[in-house]
């Protein structure tokens, strides 16, 4: 009898032993998928980084003296691809897109530059970014949730506080007014 005992134990703790090894992998597994999405953000980025130079460039050519709104898109790109967090990222991609939002202002009182092609196709690869972008952030968002739920959730929570698994940010919106389509017409 003492046999069966002693097996049936070893049965529990090896069935616990798998079940938490399962738990860990799942964790490390959701870690892996939200540095992948996060990674998708970083090229969007990347692409729209490079993209501002020229932006820039082709609008300061026609508007000479709004050197104040070029300077400001210039620094915000600047701070936006030395962020080293999602966190600080957020941050400072949202000032990006206030200071891009700032330049097309500008653009907008000048015809011969609305009229440029080459503005106009950097304006339609700038959309097109945008809206790569938006499905990379909407990806790394549900890979972020995935995580935080099994981090969260019992008994994934126990094995999460043993091995320090820590809830991944989720990449949201800095301010109200930002939650609403811009309306800019060229």
């Known amino acids: ?18 079940y ?10 959701s870690k892996m998928l939200v540095e992948e999405a996060w990674s998708a953000i970083d090229v969007q980025l990347k692409k729209r980084y490079d993209l501002v130079p020229n ?7 026609y508007a000479t003296h709004e050197k104040s709104t070029f300077e ?8 936006a691809m030395s962020a080293d ?14 200071t891009l939002r700032s330049l097309f202002a500008v653009a907008e009182s000048y015809p011969e530059l609305k009229a440029d092609r080459a503005f106009l196709s950097l304006q339609d690869s700038l959309n097109q970014i945008e809206l790569d972008l938006e499905k990379s952030r909407r990806y790394y968002n549900g890979t972020a949730r ?5 981090i969260q959730s019992f008994p994934s929570n126990i094995i999460a506080g043993m091995f320090s698994h820590k809830p991944a940010p989720f990449f949201e919106l800095d301010t109200q007014e930002e939650r609403h389509a811009p309306v800019v017409s060229f």
């Open 20 to 29: 938490g090894v399962s738990i860990f992998n799942k964790l490390v597994r």
């Open 146 to 150: 995935d995580r935080n739920v099994l």
């Open 55 to 61: 932006l820039v460039n082709t609008v300061k050519g």
């Open 85 to 98: 967090s999602p966190e600080a990222h957020q941050e400072a991609e949202n000032t990006l897109s206030r």
């Open 72 to 79: 400001a898109v210039i620094s915000a790109r600047s701070q």
């Open 1 to 18: 009898m003492n046999i069966i005992v002693i097996c049936v134990i070893l049965g529990v703790l090896l069935l616990t032993l798998i």
